[in-house]
């Protein structure tokens, strides 16, 4: 189950001195690059602290906005960003499971309506946001009638989301060993047993990494939720009232508001540690999940 | 026992005169195929293989890569039906099931018929949950019980010494013989009457699969086996019977069979002859 690229022995046993120099300058190509990835982000991590962490408090994270966003904390916009968050989730996350398993249990990997799905995802995968806000107004907004409302812009994100949740999903399907369902089927054991006891803890990864980008993706989110979730920065009464959320929040500050910029980077700022707390937790719930299942 | 015993070319037209002629057939015939054929899509695995296996012996299949060996074996407990593309025609009889009756209960046969595979595939759970959870799907959910099966297939197959203490720790951090037992202890936990074996020693080094080749050994009068293997030596050391296969014009055919001696030492058969000799294939 060791999937871990063993390159002692990829790089051991050669003698000649030049494939060894090859070798040092490829290794030092390699730590460059992530010593890079690594820097950006602490740099940006460093920015955003610089500038934000003053404001930073209690009452800033519970405190409604004032003075157009100036003044005030952001506790309504952490609410309406929890709820659409909450919703786009728990509607993508069964609808993206089911639509998952139906792709790599059911249908043949050749089969004409798995291509078809599997290509239409890949499409929907990569659409700009902004065609999703669109098509989220016309037709959550519109055509269902819920207005600019925190349901609209959670099933718009949950639409956006899907693909990436579903694919992820499909490949750890995919990528647990055949032996499992056929040593499954040989011991009589039926095809939702092979499903919920082997197959999906086995792709509990897949899936896990799914819900991390997905909720990623949705929390960074502007452009769809601009035209389906709106502006109102009010405390929402409800999932049908509309709600700001937090990247709108930072995008509003950020344009429209002067002297709006010490705020920005405070919900910046509280929004990449939600991002990294999520993460951890995630990564730390899927290990847990393994876990239990190995030794259950 | 030693009268003429002699092993039976099989005809083209692939039907046995008598269901079992020789002598050394004296147990009834638990596994009875006619006419069966294999096909992936176009291509023939095997055609026209009409085969006794006798109750509570060991049979040996042997013979080539790619003759159609894994693919017989899968046919006997419908694995087949997972495999894309495969269509099964012919007849397979184990005791009074007919196995290819799209009315046959699978589950049920499946359960009489255990299968060990060429790879040890424990699944990625706990030793005890291994041989657990198919107990459940089958409906023995007493835990009391459950722990008895555990215990006793596990010292059935010698293991229980050994993991004892740590039933609760991942099957996958056992040896392979280790892990190869536990997947046998696993297909025993459901008291099957058939246990297929597809080269179940060749990826085990030598000492774990003389343990496990003196297990199926073991198994000899209690169960029916059938086990694949390419090991001459060891065919000839664990089994009663011996069915030899061979590629005849890109379909595998079963050429002869009959018991281990008669096969080995009076083969009937050219290609046999050649065969056991190790001079082909
Ligand atoms: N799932 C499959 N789909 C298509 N063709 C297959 C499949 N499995 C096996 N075959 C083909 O069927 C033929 C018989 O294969 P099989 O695995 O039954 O042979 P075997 O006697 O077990 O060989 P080996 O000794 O190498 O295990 C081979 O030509 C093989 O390529
Ligand atoms: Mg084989």
Redesign the pocket.
């Known amino acids: 189950m060791d999937r871990s690229i063993p390159w002692a022995a990829l790089s051991g046993g050669r003698s000649s001195t030049s494939s060894r120099s090859a070798d040092r300058l490829a290794a030092t190509c390699v730590w460059i690059a992530a010593a890079a990835v690594s820097a950006v982000f602490f740099w940006l991590l460093s920015d955003l602290v610089r500038h934000g962490a003053g404001q930073l408090s209690w009452s800033f994270l519970v405190d409604a906005p004032s003075n157009a966003g100036r003044a005030g904390g952001i506790g309504p916009i952490v609410l309406s960003t929890a709820w659409i968050l909450a919703i786009a989730l728990g509607v993508s996350l069964p609808v993206g499971l089911g639509t998952a398993v139906l792709l790599a249990e059911v249908t043949s990997p050749e089969a004409i309506f798995g291509r078809l799905v599997r290509r239409s995802l890949d499409v929907l995968a990569g659409v700009p946001s902004i065609v999703f806000g669109l098509f989220g107004n016309a037709f959550f907004c519109v055509t269902l009638g819920l207005g600019f409302s925190i349901l609209a812009g959670g099933l718009t994100l949950a639409c956006m989301v899907l693909p990436i949740l579903i694919r992820s999903t499909e490949e750890g399907l995919r990528a647990v060993p055949a032996e499992y369902r056929l040593g499954g089927a040989a011991l009589g054991l039926g095809r939702f047993t092979i499903l919920t006891r082997l197959l999906l803890p086995a792709a509990t990864p897949g899936l896990v990494a799914g819900v991390v980008l997905g909720f990623g993706r949705a929390i960074a989110e502007t452009a769809a939720l601009i035209f389906t979730s709106g502006y109102v920065d009010r405390r929402p009464e409800s999932v049908f009232d509309s709600g700001r959320a937090l990247s709108i929040h930072i995008y509003d500050l950020a344009i429209n508001i002067p002297g709006g910029e010490r705020n920005a980077y405070a919900t910046a700022l509280v929004l990449v540690m939600i991002l990294l707390l999520t993460n951890s937790v995630a990564s730390w719930l899927g290990q847990r999940l393994r876990g239990q299942h190995l030794h259950s | 026992m030693t009268t003429t015993v002699s092993s039976r070319i099989v005809s083209s037209r692939g039907v046995p005169s008598a269901a079992v002629s020789d002598g050394a057939l004296a147990r009834p015939v638990e596994i009875r195929t006619r006419s069966l054929s294999l096909i992936?899509?176009r291509?023939p695995?095997?055609l026209d293989v009409s085969l006794d296996v006798p109750r509570h012996g060991i049979t040996a299949l042997i013979?080539?890569?790619?003759?159609?060996?894994?693919?017989?074996l899968a046919s006997l407990n419908r694995l087949s039906d997972l495999?894309?593309?495969?269509r099964v025609e012919g007849e397979i009889h184990i005791g009074e099931i007919d196995v290819l009756d799209p009315a046959t209960d699978v589950v049920a046969l499946r359960r009489r018929v255990g299968m060990i595979f060429q790879k040890p595939n424990p699944f990625p759970l706990s030793i005890r949950r291994n041989i657990e959870l198919p107990l459940k799907e089958h409906g023995i959910r007493q835990r009391a019980e459950i722990d008895a099966i555990v215990e006793r297939t596990l010292t059935e197959v010698g293991l229980w010494p050994e993991v004892s203490d740590r039933l609760g720790s991942p099957a996958l951090a056992l040896s392979g013989g280790q892990q190869q037992r536990l997947c046998l202890a696993r297909a025993l936990a459901l008291t099957p009457e058939v246990i297929l074996l597809d080269?179940p020693c060749s990826a085990l080094d030598p000492i774990s699969s003389g343990v496990v080749e003196d297990l199926i050994a073991s198994l000899r009068g209690r169960y029916t086996v059938v086990i694949?293997t390419?090991n001459l030596a060891q065919a000839r050391r664990i089994a009663d019977r011996v069915a030899f296969?061979w590629l005849r014009d890109g379909a595998?055919r079963l050429i002869e069979e009959g018991p281990v001696d008669a096969v080995f030492d009076h083969p009937r058969d050219e290609l046999t002859a050649a065969y056991v000799r190790g001079a082909r294939g």
């Not at chain 2, 495999?83 to 495969?86: E, K, M, Q």
Request: with cysteine; glycine share 24%; proline share 8%.
């Open positions: 992936y899509g291509k695995a095997f013979g080539p890569s790619g003759c159609g060996k894994s693919s017989f495999l894309p593309g495969c080269e694949v390419h296969f595998g």
